[in-house]
């Protein structure tokens, strides 16, 4: 960016608990920047998988870049990076804030500071930006500045006497958070004229321009032809294009010089050249040290992923590789199951993230698929002194081989408001967790110190302490590291075959609810067949629960419309329909459904 | 000149009131609507005076609706055009669906006066209870005066509806119907199971939940239903009537011939407003709004165009479909397979130019494994499972896109 001051760049983000209109704002932010006319706007021009469209939530870090004129006449380069709300995705906030020298924190003036907003704030803190407060829904008839602001002073610790009251949704006010953008924060540093040193926050495959890598310049200059190096796996390539991002499009320019956001494209074609996270240098001339990038996170939960039409294999492999490079916590590799084929076994952050990589390979690659239970990753122990990390249940050696078996612990930290402590403390109860301490930060809000194991935490934990809390806990973990645990693995059986994508591993005293469970949710969701289907959950060949999905006695269209045929084709090309979507297991007749329903036997 | 087979189909959109369980096309209207659309009825017959002379008619069928609502006067006119246009079989078999507190001993004079030959008589139940629910119009005592009333004018082929599965039925009721219908020795029986459509009163009801189980009007539970439909089949049989179709019962000879043409994919025009047709592999409805039809007959091009019907669809048509052979083989196997006589692979191979194991060879092995489906030399039909268990084991019979394809290289 020739011609640009450093001094008149600002490169910063949006953090906010969900809903609390992150979006709107940024959408206003471009608006009232004039990098698109009112016409060009869509709604949520940020959010631009479907997916997030529709669930209204962020996933994926986008970024923009804008040009604003401040009042005192100067022309500023505003770099917007837009940073997923979910727990789950703290990862790829880890990776936008790192792009960043500030962040903007949004605040509902009605609903005051949540769970998420202290989550994301320590973690902009952690990357020490400078965070700017914006109270936001002030047109809201509930909504009580004052008193959000005063929550903001005495949880959060940082001033908001003079954060911006705006309604994002009218535009109220907005003009005077970008003249605070630039008033409050802080330009990038960086010498242009040093080695070249980016970070590699985010990269998409193109399929015509290979990968497009998104970095940010911390020292040093790259333009067309510039020998880079990615420090980390050693590839090197010489740049095709440098640019930066429009809305939605990537517009090309002359060089990025440091504290630049932008884009480069090199003769990359391989996806795994690219890790996010790694630093892009001069190979002629390379910087001393990689940048610290941030900490490898390792996959939490595992299942396995099958296409439910077995010819997708290798477009689901495909699918997975491509979404692999900018989500470096997705992993996998191939597996066959007798009840579905030949699938992948994935390895996933959890629950969310894993539900949120289905439906994108089920809406943008087209794909079918069928999920298995998540898995944590055990330790097996053997009886001849051999070790192996289980992330399938179905590889369980034989019991009378199994010297012992160990499973991850968690060091968890729930903040919760006092009114709640004791609903927090029974689910802990619930899910075998370890009392460790509590301690009261500050009247009415304490932190809870739970060691949990990993596997009563990745189905549904999340909601469970939402639910418990109204949404007021907040809730974070690190591995400590692997207990000895009485496990076993639950198989059940349909029509007296072991169906193995249903088998998974549990805590002994809890295998017959969970199997009981597991045995009416699937009787519910297996139709009746032609015989009838006895449902089994066994620990190690004894039978712990049994249901029956009894024989289909009639199924019959009985009337004669005055020879008008189109109803009753309808009807059976329906009944074929609903065929398609099952899964042959014996001789019965699985719906992709029954798979899934299982994930969450703890909804109903 | 050998002329073609046809059936003919005529609609009679017009009831007393509907019945609660009723989603047919039917509604009450007034004696001007009803002129109106008879007048639109005859000209649409007329329409076919071209075309009508490649065919024989082999029955023709005025279902409704309530077809006893139209005046002698109208029924006459029906038939005179029918007459008129058509080349009406000697032999053929002309049936009339009538409501019992609708017809007189004129209506039914004038009937036999203009051929009708069988009268199917929507009976539905024998207890004024059920019939009350079911929101018919009259009561078994009504039923039984209509019926004499047939009988002595000289019909000798009568059917009677009944239906089981009803809110608040027991078997006892059910089997109570079967014996007391059965005392009176009509020639046709069809044994239908209620359906709840969306739409109709009974729905509703359903939805507000009048029909859960532990109410007064709670609908069988699974088993007590299958033992009427049990039941039906044992009754009817031993009383002589066999069941010649999934619902359908008669004595020997008695079989409706036009609903069986249904079954066998002969060639059938239907006459009124939203009336099915299938002629030479083309399926199409006419329009079902009743004043849309009443318009679209006075305009010009429905009159005497010459074309053939099958040709191109008409203003009067929707839904109109030029069959695939691969839809043709669908349709043969899942209409065909619902007589209990089953369908003749002879017929298949002869219709299609090839022999039935190439298209259904799979779908007939794994259905006959499953006892669904048995053979017998030439027949291949639903066994008794199979039979209560239709539609699952039609569905197998439609194929698959992919294959379609290749069916018609």
Same mark, same amino acid.
């Given at each position: ?72 006449? !100067? ?229 396995? #992923? ?48 894993? !539900?949120?990589?289905?439906?994108? #390979? ?127 693995? #639950?198989?059940? #059986? ?52 049994? !249901? ?28 074929? !329909? ?27 | ?257 036009? =609903? ?20 030479? =592999? ?128």
């Amino acid at each position: 960016m020739a011609g640009v001051e450093q001094s008149n760049i600002r490169n910063f983000c949006i953090i906010a608990h969900i809903d609390h209109g992150k979006s709107t704002l940024a959408d206003r932010i471009i608006e009232k920047t004039g990098l698109l006319t009112s016409r060009e706007m869509q709604a949520q021009v940020l959010d631009n998988m479907d997916l997030e469209r529709e669930r209204g939530i962020t996933i994926k870090a986008q970024t923009v870049r804008t040009v604003y004129r401040a009042k005192n006449g !100067e022309e500023y380069i505003f770099n917007l990076i837009d940073t997923p709300g979910h727990v789950d995705f703290n990862y790829e906030v880890s990776r936008s804030l790192a792009a960043c020298d500030g962040a903007i924190l949004v605040v509902d003036a009605a609903q005051g500071v949540e769970a998420q907003t202290l989550a994301n704030v320590y973690l902009a803190l952690d990357h020490d930006l400078d965070v700017m407060p914006v109270i936001n829904k002030i047109d809201l008839p509930s909504a009580d500045p004052e008193r959000v602001k005063e929550e903001i002073e005495d949880v959060i610790g940082i001033d908001a006497e003079d954060a911006p009251l705006i309604s994002a949704k009218t535009g109220l006010n907005v003009d005077e958070v970008l003249e605070q953008i630039v008033s409050k924060i802080p330009a990038p540093e960086g010498n242009p004229k040093a080695p070249l040193q980016a970070l590699i926050f985010d990269s998409v495959y193109d399929s015509y321009r290979g990968v497009i890598v998104f970095c940010r310049i911390k020292q040093g200059t790259v333009r067309k032809g510039t020998p880079i190096l990615m420090m980390a796996t050693g590839a090197t390539a010489e740049v095709v294009e440098v640019g930066y991002f429009g809305a939605g499009q990537f517009i090309p320019c002359d060089e990025l010089d440091a504290g630049m956001v932008g884009y480069i494209t090199a003769s990359l074609k391989n996806v795994k050249e690219t890790r996010v996270g790694d630093t892009v240098t001069n190979a002629e001339n390379p910087c001393a040290e990689p940048l610290p990038g941030y900490k490898k996170v390792n996959p939490m939960v595992y299942c396995g #992923l099958y296409p439910s039409d077995g010819a997708k294999y290798p477009d689901l492999r495909d699918a997975l590789e491509k979404l692999q490079l900018n989500d470096a916590a997705l992993q996998f590799e191939p597996e066959t199951s007798v009840a579905l084929g030949f699938g992948f076994r994935c390895g996933f952050l959890g629950l969310l993230h894993l !539900e949120i990589i289905q439906e994108r #390979l089920e809406r943008e690659y087209n794909l079918d698929l069928v999920t298995t239970a998540p898995s944590v990753i055990y330790k097996v122990h053997k009886t001849n002194g051999e070790m192996i990390e289980l992330t399938n249940p179905t590889n369980l050696p034989d019991p009378s081989e199994i010297e012992y078996m160990e499973e991850p612990i968690v060091k968890a930290e729930i903040m919760v408001t006092s009114e709640f402590i004791g609903a927090i403390m029974d689910l802990c109860q619930e899910r075998r967790g370890v009392y460790q301490g509590m301690e009261y930060i500050e009247e009415k809000r304490a932190v809870l110190n739970y060691h949990l194991p990993l596997n009563e935490i990745i189905y549904d934990f999340f909601d469970a302490l939402k639910s418990r809390s109204r949404g007021y806990a907040s809730f974070d973990y690190e591995i400590l590291g692997y207990e000895r645990s009485e496990l076993v693995k #639950l198989d059940i #059986l349909i029509n007296k075959e072991e169906v193995d994508a249903l088998s998974f591993i549990i805590h002994s005293s809890n295998a017959y609810e969970r199997g009981r469970k597991m045995c009416e949710k699937l009787k519910n969701e297996i139709p009746r067949q032609l015989f009838e289907i006895p449902i089994q959950a066994a620990v190690g060949g004894k039978i712990i629960a049994r !249901e029956t999905v009894k024989a289909m006695r009639k199924d019959v269209l009985a009337k004669c419309y005055g020879g008008d045929i189109s109803r009753k084709k309808k009807l059976l090309e329906k009944q074929k !329909e609903g065929k398609k979507r099952m899964r042959q297991v014996g001789n019965v007749e699985i719906p992709q459904r029954a798979f899934m329903s299982v994930l969450k036997l703890d909804e109903d | 000149m050998k002329r073609e087979e046809l059936e003919l189909y005529l609609h009679i959109p017009f009831c007393v009131k509907k019945c609660n369980y009723c989603d047919f096309l039917s509604a009450s209207g007034c004696e001007e609507e009803k002129e109106a659309y008879v007048r639109a009825m005859l000209r649409e017959i007329q329409s076919y005076r071209e075309e009508a002379r490649r065919y024989e008619v082999k029955t023709v069928f005025l279902g409704g609706g309530t077809p006893s609502l139209l005046t002698c006067a109208q029924t006459e006119a029906v038939f005179e055009y029918l007459n008129r246009v058509f080349h009406i079989a000697e032999d053929a078999e002309i049936t009339m669906e009538v409501n019992p507190g609708t017809v007189t001993p004129e209506k039914l004079e004038s009937y036999r006066r203009v051929g009708v030959n069988r009268l199917s008589i929507g009976l539905q139940s024998v207890h004024d209870k059920e019939l009350k629910m079911l929101g018919r119009i009259h009561t078994y005592e009504e039923f039984l005066a209509t019926w004499q009333q047939a009988r002595k004018a000289g019909f000798e082929n009568l059917n009677v509806d009944l239906m089981s599965g009803l809110p608040g039925q027991s078997l006892e009721d059910w089997t109570g119907s079967l014996h007391k219908v059965t005392a009176l020795e009509p020639e046709h029986i069809s044994a239908y199971s209620l359906i709840l459509e969306e739409g109709t009163a009974f729905y509703q009801w359903y939805e507000q939940g009048r029909f859960a189980e532990g109410e007064e009007l709670a609908l069988p539970a699974e088993e007590e239903e299958y033992a009427m439909g049990e039941a039906a089949i044992q009754i009817l049989e031993q009383a002589g009537y066999h069941r010649y179709e999934i619902s359908n019962y008669a004595l020997p000879g008695r079989e409706c011939r036009h =609903n069986l043409g249904y079954w066998e994919r002969k060639n059938y025009l239907g006459i009124g407003s939203g009336a099915a047709s299938l002629i030479q =592999n083309v399926r199409f409805h006419h329009v079902r709004d009743r004043q849309e039809y009443i318009r679209k007959l006075t305009e010009p091009d429905v009159n005497g165009s010459g074309k053939a019907i099958q040709s191109a669809p008409r203003q009067l048509d929707v839904n109109w479909e030029k069959l695939s052979v691969s839809e043709q083989m669908e349709e043969f196997m899942f209409l065909g397979l619902r007589k209990t006589a089953g369908i003749s692979r002879k017929v298949f191979a002869e219709y299609f130019g090839k022999e039935i194991e190439h298209v259904y060879g799979g779908v007939i092995q794994k259905l006959t494994e499953e006892n669904l489906l048995e053979q017998t030399g030439n027949m291949l039909r639903l066994t008794h499972r199979g039979m209560d268990v239709s539609n699952l084991a039609l569905s197998e019979f439609l194929l698959d896109e992919a294959c379609t394809e290749t069916e018609e290289l």
